[in-house]
């Protein structure tokens, strides 16, 4: 158990539709991080935020939101849900920023599917 | 952003010595090579993490030569339970101050099976 917890777990949701994925970083972690795992593109990262503050995006699509909030939870928005949205969602979180000695720890994912 | 190469796939049998190698060649100055462990429906996981030469814990080693343009990462006497995905990641160290942005690259891994 890394201490970073996600919820849900499971998601199944129509084509058109908006979903709010929740994540609670470790105690005292100030940095969370949202990424996308798909079957043929790997692990993609999306989003950074640091202390409630966007610190750094990745392959982030402009349908796709997030923020982080005073007490340090973020949420990953998608709106506007695509097939090719299907996929695994991690959050992880760290104690800084991402850096040497400041490792990723991962909680266990959404897996969600879009029919 | 340093790119990083590592092979798709690995076999190896148990007990044996695998050496999964990265080559990163844009490496930059103050990146650091970090090594993450996904097991199938999980979240990756930090396993060891190196600038050069030789690090060793109690998982693994990695191997960093001069150049830093590639790395090694040997697990010793695998075990079936060592069958996951292996990720290289170049992790530059965060800015002091001001905003900053930066990449976190994945990539797609090593998925290293190991056969009884």
């Known amino acids: 158990d890394s201490g970073v917890t996600q919820t849900p777990k499971h998601l199944i949701t129509a084509t058109g539709q908006r979903v709010t994925l929740r994540c609670s970083p470790r105690?005292?972690?100030?940095?969370v991080y949202w990424y996308q795992q798909s079957l043929d593109q790997g692990l993609q990262f999306l989003i950074q935020y640091y202390n409630g503050e966007e610190r750094a995006k990745g392959n982030i699509l402009e349908r796709f939101s997030a923020q982080q909030f005073p007490d340090l939870h973020s949420e990953l928005n998608l709106s506007s849900l695509e097939l090719g949205d299907s996929a695994l969602y991690f959050c992880?979180?760290?104690?800084?920023?991402?850096?040497?000695?400041?490792?990723?720890?991962f909680g266990p994912g959404t897996r969600l599917t879009v029919l | 952003l340093a790119k990083t190469t590592q092979p798709i796939s690995m076999d190896s049998y148990e007990g044996q010595e695998v050496n999964i190698t990265c080559s990163h060649n844009?490496?930059?100055?103050?990146?650091?090579i970090t090594w993450y462990q996904q097991f199938p429906s999980q979240g990756p996981r930090f396993i060891i993490q190196g600038y050069k030469t030789k690090v060793t814990n109690e998982v693994a080693s990695l191997f960093i030569p001069a150049d830093r343009k590639s790395s090694t990462l040997s697990l010793p006497r695998v075990s079936l339970s060592d069958t996951a995905v292996y990720y290289c990641l170049p992790l530059r160290a965060a800015p002091i101050s001001g905003a900053g942005s930066y990449q976190l690259t994945f990539g797609k891994g090593t998925k290293l099976s190991v056969i009884p």
């Open positions: 105690s005292g972690d100030l940095s």
């Open positions: 844009n490496i930059a100055t103050n990146d650091y």
């Open positions: 992880a979180s760290s104690k800084d920023l991402a850096s040497p000695g400041n490792e990723q720890f």
